[in-house]
């Protein structure tokens, strides 16, 4: 027994060691914002291929600048991404507007549909809360949505929300592409549920991981697993490649999502620089723009830094 114990002491001897070995470690790659070095700034983004494109933006550009960038786009989904940068694991991604309503619980849902009065209550929210700062907005909204094979679209009339309701109640082939996030967050499938009533099974799921929409959208449209609805954005560019057809959503249930650069305030107040270096890149991501550069990655299969560099290229961003 005193051996046992005697080696369950060292153990965790060892591992407090190993602890604070780490620990010094990460707090020796922060230095430079103590002494006026430009970065290592850490880049991270939700797992799918917006945040592949945007996060791969945001490094081109302080890169140019002459900030030393540490590269973790495509870092983990919305929880995962949020702690880190609430911890300071990463220093800055792109958030949507829309997740505010999600974040803070028992505000007003109007708000996140309008989207100048979405930005400035999750900007003010972040930083009072978590001491994030929120830079400028794309103009774009990026919503959750659900799209639908465009022949059964035809074949069975359904081109709205509500006839997708309808055709649920009434024992449709249905059967849906989504994340786990879509599938469980109350402002994301549930909320579709709950306003035009209806309720999918579980039979009628095929939960993902990740929230890349190109996954679950190829899978609608070649029938994986029975598959011919998916989780879907707005900023897409391969639905309609993909023969697919955009669920109206009629009631507008769902918040405005523009994307967004978010900071935490240490770096912000270091490097306020930053704001003014990825102001203009973001107000000129349109809607238009979004779903023709996304496709680029989704459906060409050019990788994500060499359409956010060539995109930065032409529109004289980056020289």
Same mark, same amino acid.
Request: glycine fraction near 10%.
């Given at each position: ?27 020796? &790659?922060?230095? #430079? ?75 007003? #849902?109007?708000? =996140? ?20 700062? =929120? ?5 774009a909204n990026n919503t959750w949505a659900l799209a639908i094979r465009g022949d059964i679209a035809d074949s069975e009339n359904v081109r709205t929300l509500e006839d997708f309701a309808d =055709? ?35 039979? &009628? ?24 609805v998916a989780m879907a954005y707005g900023t897409d560019g391969q639905l309609a490649a993909l023969g697919l057809w955009v669920l109206e959503d009629t009631k507008g249930v769902q918040p405005?999502?523009? #994307? ?9 107040? &270091? ?30 299969? &050019? #990788? ?16």
């Amino acid at each position: 027994m005193k051996k046992r114990c005697g080696t369950t002491i060292a153990l965790l001897l060892s591992f407090i060691a190993l602890t604070a070995l780490i620990g010094t470690a990460f707090a020796s &790659q922060r230095e #430079p914002f103590d002494d006026g070095g430009k970065g290592p700034i850490v880049i991270a983004s939700k797992i799918d291929t917006e945040g592949a494109l945007l996060g791969q933006m945001i490094i081109h550009m302080l890169n140019a600048k002459g900030f030393d960038t540490v590269d973790k786009v495509q870092f983990g989904t919305t929880d995962v991404i949020r702690k880190a940068i609430f911890s300071g694991e990463i220093d800055l991604y792109p958030e949507y507007t829309g997740n505010g309503g999600f974040f803070y619980d028992g505000t007003d #849902p109007a708000i =996140w549909k309008d989207p100048k009065r979405g930005y400035e209550e999750v900007k003010r929210l972040d930083r009072d809360a978590h001491d994030i700062v =929120w830079l400028t907005p794309s103009p774009a909204n990026n919503t959750w949505a659900l799209a639908i094979r465009g022949d059964i679209a035809d074949s069975e009339n359904v081109r709205t929300l509500e006839d997708f309701a309808d =055709w649920v109640n009434a024992g449709g082939r249905v059967k849906v592409a989504g994340s786990e996030e879509f599938v469980s967050r109350p402002d994301a499938l549930p909320a579709f549920e709950n306003a035009y009533g209806f309720k999918l099974s579980k039979d &009628q799921l095929l939960i993902v991981s990740g929230g890349n929409t190109a996954q679950t959208e190829k899978a609608a449209a070649d029938g994986t697993d029975g598959v011919n609805v998916a989780m879907a954005y707005g900023t897409d560019g391969q639905l309609a490649a993909l023969g697919l057809w955009v669920l109206e959503d009629t009631k507008g249930v769902q918040p405005y999502y523009q #994307p967004t650069p978010i900071v935490r305030g240490e770096v912000y107040n &270091q490097y306020p620089e930053v704001e003014d270096i990825l102001d203009p890149v973001f107000r000129s991501l349109d809607l238009v723009t979004l779903q023709t550069l996304n496709a680029r990655i989704a459906i060409e299969g &050019q #990788p994500a830094s060499d359409v956010a560099r060539r995109y930065l290229e032409e529109e004289g961003f980056l020289k």
